[in-house]
């Protein structure tokens, strides 16, 4: 199978074995000396050759834990149009979103582009579907990769599969949702899988040569500041590259509406969760690119909280509260690489 576009000649990964201390008020690579913190789009220069956008898509994807193949319901937070609004074509063919996105063949210029299968699970489909859909599109020129969100019970051998043959010629980033280190509140949402799902999923990704992307929620209802921090040496030793950060918030239409509205459950407050990322980063190891800081969603939907910051703010004030507090990400990360052993062979 080839492909046209910008082939996937990897560029310079991001350098491994640790980290030193800093020298005065520096940091060590590959952290972004100015945030303290591994920025995405540093990650993907060194990943794609050059810098890279997103263009989010519908794949016309449902999801198992909505259409009965592993529950009903779906997630208690999830209302999935308030998570998607980047999506600027619904409903048409994948190929005609992304050429209305980019424009024609000459129109995007040097960037570089990956293409997000963001809406609902982007494996939940048999193979034919799944590899139609994505090299419909990989066929613009402009586009280096595809970005393909899903849950880690939605990932079958053959769709494994059909992302293997394609990581094999192109970039393939697969985000997963973890959400939450316990079971139990796992559970509580109706998420539909376990933790030990989330590492065997991320493990048969990493196995294959795709880079892994993680979901993690602070503030979800029954869970706690520790749980949190503990996914950040487990993550790590997963061999994850990159890592989104999101606030528990409530949206219209989600299933927890009904339970905030009886003050049955809470969000988390800024400061607090400034506080938290923080500390998660610090445990964090180094490797690991910080793909977002925090959650949103539309004004029209949002319920609560009400910060009026979003996630560029949030990433300003984590990475003001590192550099008051003289640290920098990794810095409290032990250094296991017990999981990268089976992706990287050392």
């Known amino acids: 199978m080839r492909l046209r576009g910008h082939p ?24 972004h000396p100015g945030l303290r913190y591994h920025n995405y789009a540093t990650f993907l220069r060194r990943r794609l050759g050059g810098p890279a956008a997103r263009v989010c898509v519908d794949g016309g994807f ?26 600027r074509y619904p409903g048409l063919p994948v190929e005609e979103q992304v050429r209305r996105s980019l424009g024609g063949p000459n129109a995007a210029g040097r960037r ?34 595809i970005v393909v969100g899903t849950r880690p019970d939605s990932l079958g051998d053959a769709a494994l599969e059909v992302l293997a043959e394609i990581a ?6 697969v ?17 539909g899988h376990d933790v030990a799902d989330f590492a065997e999923g991320a493990l048969a990704l990493a196995r294959r040569g795709i880079d892994v992307g993680a979901h993690l929620i602070f503030g979800l209802p029954g869970d706690t500041r520790e749980s949190f921090l503990a996914a950040a040496p487990f993550l790590s030793g997963l061999g994850i590259r990159g890592v989104k950060l999101h606030h528990f918030h409530v949206v219209k239409g989600a299933p927890f509406e009904a339970a905030w509205r009886r003050g049955e459950v809470s969000v988390p407050g ?4 400034v506080s938290a990322c923080a500390d998660f980063l610090e445990r964090l190891s180094p490797d690991v690119a910080v793909m977002r800081m925090a959650g949103e969603a539309p004004g029209s939907r949002l319920l609560a909280p009400r910060w009026g910051k979003g996630p560029r703010e949030a990433a300003r004030d984590v990475s003001a509260l590192l550099a008051a507090r003289g640290t920098f ?17 050392r």
């Open 8 to 31: 996937f000649r990897g560029g310079a990964d991001v350098p491994g074995g640790g980290l030193s201390r800093p020298v005065g008020g520096t940091v060590p690579p590959p952290l």
């Open 62 to 87: 449902s999801c198992p834990n909505r259409d009965g193949t592993v529950g009903t319901g779906g997630c208690s937070f999830c209302d999935n149009d308030s998570f998607t609004p980047g999506i």
């Open 112 to 145: 570089r582009y990956l293409v997000y299968f963001q809406k609902f699970t982007g494996t939940h489909a048999p193979p034919g579907v799944l590899r139609e859909r994505y090299l419909a599109a990989l066929r613009h020129p402009a586009v280096s990769g």
């Open 168 to 173: 094999r010629e192109r970039y393939v980033c």
């Open 175 to 191: 985000e997963l949702g973890l959400q939450s280190m316990s079971d139990g509140v796992l559970r509580g949402v109706n998420r």
């Open 270 to 273: 800024y400061e607090e969760y």
């Open 329 to 345: 990400q990794g810095i409290r990360w032990d250094g296991n690489r017990e999981g990268r052993e089976t992706r990287d062979g």
